[in-house]
């Protein structure tokens, strides 16, 4: 007699579509896999590409990378602020100091840039991409370093040679941009040059966009003239990069919307500048917003001042004091609100809401020897981007820099006689 054949159905594979899908074989539904993954530091997320070749073609998604970014940057835990600081010790050149944890020890970015160590601008931080560039009268004259550098993934892009050529002693100044709509990072470069017109010299704004995307130069019509004063951004807000300016001798706000690829001016009557006072006031990102810190020592107080675009009008948001503390300035703030103060000492404090302090970011640098962006990690990531190694600064390296500099010194010395 035969054998009762079984009525148990044979095991077939999973559909292809379900084992195209990153997140197929997990307990939890999908949205909500998405939600919790999107929650996790970036070293997590390293991990986790370890699981299966889909999840790595997941993380590496524009949608999820934005949803990555979006959910720490809203959590306190992850606000931090990146400080290159010209006058700390060895070692913590450039530091990573977390503002609500109670960490009191910074983490070193690990420098992967030696030879510019000393002569760069920390120009900003987008999605958690830093651009770094050497001011154009240290480099020679037909180049001028530029690289993107993501910290917390440690790759880096140099950026190409750009395409405009600045001369001896001619002012060129670094933006730095995040396109959204086409997910594409930017880098502004404005170049004042000498033209000749009708007999006379004139200093002509120049402009080039280099594009992650593409990675090339491009030409941009301007379409007014300006100078900026500064070989960096001010501010750079919802990916739009902003230089303080003088345009028909008036000064100005210049924004560069890297959408739409077009410079637009934000007008500064209303906050009443004396002559030059513009140049104190830091430019800052509120909340999604363009603001001014605008300080006044007499009372410890200080008023966050924001530009509404509808109005086309600057309106008192917020003001912080009595403070408790004495600073000498204000340079940054965060997205939770707080603001980055520099005190007499040359320490960098966080205050409340409350102009309370709540934490002593950095001490021991020399005044004014730093510069400071607020940080978010980030899986940023644009084709190019190469793995960088720290580099150690031995006391080699050191006593190498320190040469340069003497020596860049003495020639500045030579040329004052």
């Not at 410079?263 to 002559?275: M, Q, R, S, Y």
Request: aromatic share 10%.
């Amino acid at each position: 007699m035969p054998p009762k054949r079984s009525h148990t159905q044979k095991k077939t594979n999973p559909p292809i579509a379900a084992a195209t899908s990153a997140m197929a074989d997990c307990v939890l539904p999908q949205e909500i896999m998405f939600n919790i993954v999107t929650r996790l530091p970036v070293k997590s997320i390293h991990r986790f590409k370890a699981v299966c070749k889909p999840w790595c073609k997941v993380f590496v998604t524009p949608k999820f990378m934005k949803a990555h970014h979006a959910q720490l940057s809203r959590n306190r835990d992850n606000q931090s602020v990146a400080v290159y600081s010209f006058a700390d010790k060895p070692g913590h050149i450039m530091s990573l100091y977390r503002v609500e944890p109670n960490e009191e020890l910074p983490i070193n970015l690990g420098h992967p840039y030696p030879k510019h160590l000393y002569l760069m601008d920390f120009v900003g931080c987008v999605n958690g991409l830093l651009c770094l560039a050497c001011p154009v009268h240290l480099e020679p004259m037909d180049c001028q370093w530029i690289e993107l550098w993501n910290p917390a993934l440690k790759l880096s892009k140099s950026v190409p040679v750009p395409k405009l050529r600045a001369g001896y002693g001619v002012l060129a100044s670094i933006g730095l941009g995040y396109d959204d709509e086409n997910d594409d990072f930017k880098v502004v470069r404005i170049v004042h040059v000498e033209k000749k017109k009708k007999g006379k010299i004139t200093n002509i704004a120049e402009v080039e966009v280099y594009s992650a995307n593409s990675n090339s130069w491009k030409m941009i019509h301007v379409g007014f003239q300006f100078s900026v004063f500064q070989t960096k951004n001010q501010a750079i807000v919802n990916g739009n990069p902003y230089w303080v300016a003088n345009a028909d001798e008036n000064d100005v706000l210049v924004m560069f919307d890297v959408t739409k690829m077009e410079f637009k001016i934000v007008p500064l009557t209303g906050l009443n500048f004396k002559k030059g006072e513009h140049v104190k006031v830091p430019f800052v990102d509120w909340k999604g917003a363009i603001a001014a810190l605008v300080y006044d020592k007499r009372v410890l107080s200080l008023d966050v001042w924001v530009f509404d675009d509808r109005r086309k009008v600057w309106i008192k948001n917020c003001s912080f004091g009595p403070i408790e503390v004495k600073v000498d300035r204000f340079v940054q703030c965060l997205k939770s609100g707080e603001v980055v103060g520099v005190c007499n000492d040359g320490k960098l404090i966080v205050l409340d809401a409350d102009g309370v302090k709540k934490k002593i970011v950095i001490g021991g640098a020399d005044k004014g020897k730093f510069q400071i962006c607020g940080y978010t990690e980030s899986l940023a990531y644009f084709k190019g981007m190469e793995k960088v190694k720290a580099m150690p600064r031995s006391d080699d390296m050191v006593e190498r820099l320190g040469q340069v500099i003497r020596f860049a010194m003495l020639l500045n010395d030579r040329s004052k006689r």
